[in-house]
């Protein structure tokens, strides 16, 4: 007989027809005459409910069927009669097709941390939370690419391996094959990297960016969805050292329209959860409000859904940089001395703190920072006619800070050679770059979403590590 998935099952109204079902057990409860099996398969954050006559069955199958094994369940589906359920099915034959000592078994049916599921990576999926976390994570997935697609945007794949550290200022990780127990040196007692696997330096890719814009200027429109590495040893909720990013990469656009696609994709991906994921978002709202019901008043978080729907319905507030900064001189707690870092006035960087102040406090909306000092971002972003400002914007969440970071680019060739060279990067190592600078080259625009800031958006989770199967940090590299 074939399987049937729960989530499927859940949805069938066809009374007395027989069914199998495969899945794991996450509880057994009854008594001698009865008893109910909660089975879970992933397909749907809801268990199905299986009652098994307990006579109809060998004691010895009964002792077996404990939480964590895997059973296939023949049965009849009828209307179910307990509360918290539309259907169960009514057990004709059950076959127990992996065991689970329960007493080895980590995963308890009772509530376990966040950070004891951290260390039980391995086996979080089958809980209820990895499992919402799982299927959500999924749809965002399956809409980026919808979005793009439908919009006529080709998805292409950069390198993994990159030879070009213009990007990643010390926080790349090197990829070598050289014995590091005895590493080649030139005569002149510097690594001789013509021995290495590329003939070259490599590392691992902070951004498929500049390769982006290269397809960019030939295909228009074109994104990149793949995985990033970033040696940056920040342990904070919201950095990985392995993350994915979203970057599309668009030939004429300029900020405006850069802007308008980054507040069209973001509200998209949100509608698209509101849409689709309604089930496991209001269990991870359950649990948000669970988590946070001793915190005070001020200090809990919007209702999930009811934050999701706030941000699709609103306008994105858009200022620039100088803007922002007089906000925050302004502000309560810049005058108080409460942010850690403080702001001295133009020039200085942006923290999680402010932004959060911008978005949370005083806007209340997602905001958008644009023309930031060219002093603090990268080389290739379009230089402003002031001298100091360049063409970059920002997209600020609330909870998060930092969501999107992009620019307009700089299409001028002299100007960029001109602060490639200010800033020390080897033009000639770049010439692909420049090249698209000296052949047709046109205004375009593009920006980055980590995938995983997105995600800690849409699932109201407080760590990044909560929303990435295996997550990468300084000191932990796990499963
Ligand atoms: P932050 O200031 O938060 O470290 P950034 O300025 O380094 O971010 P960008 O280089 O602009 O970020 O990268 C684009 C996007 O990638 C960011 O907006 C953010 O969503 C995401 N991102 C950056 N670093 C990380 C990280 N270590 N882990 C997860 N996501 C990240
Ligand atoms: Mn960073």
Redesign the pocket.
Known sequence: MRRTKVAAILRDTEYGKEVNVKGWVRTRRGNKFVNFIALNDGSSIHNLQIVADVPKFSEELIKRITTGSAISVTGVLAESSGSGQSVEVQATNIEVIGDCNADEYPLQPKKHSLEFLRDIAHLRFRTNIFGAITRVRHSMIFAVHKFFSEKGFYNIHTPIITASDA?GAGEMFRVTTLDVNNIPKTEDGIVDFSQDFFGKSTNLT??GQLEGELAALAMSEIYTFGP?F?A?N?NTA????E?W?IEPEMAFYDLDDNMDLAEEFTKYLLNYALDNCKEDLEFLSNRQQEEEKNKKAEDRSMELIEKLKFVVENDYVRLTYSEAIDILMNSKPHKKNKFQYPITGFGSDL??EHERYLVEKHFKKPVILTDYPMSIK?FYMKQSDDGRTVRAM??LFPQ???????SQREESYDKLLERMRVLDLPEKEMYWYLDTRRFGSVPHSG????????MLFVSGMGN?RDVIPFPRTPKNAEF
């Open positions: 990007e902070v951004s990033t970033r940056e920040s919201r950095h990985l050292a993350f990013m923290q999680a990268a920002d997209v998060i800070g930092e969501i999107i970071g992009g920006f980055g979403l980590g995938f995983e800031r997105l990044i």
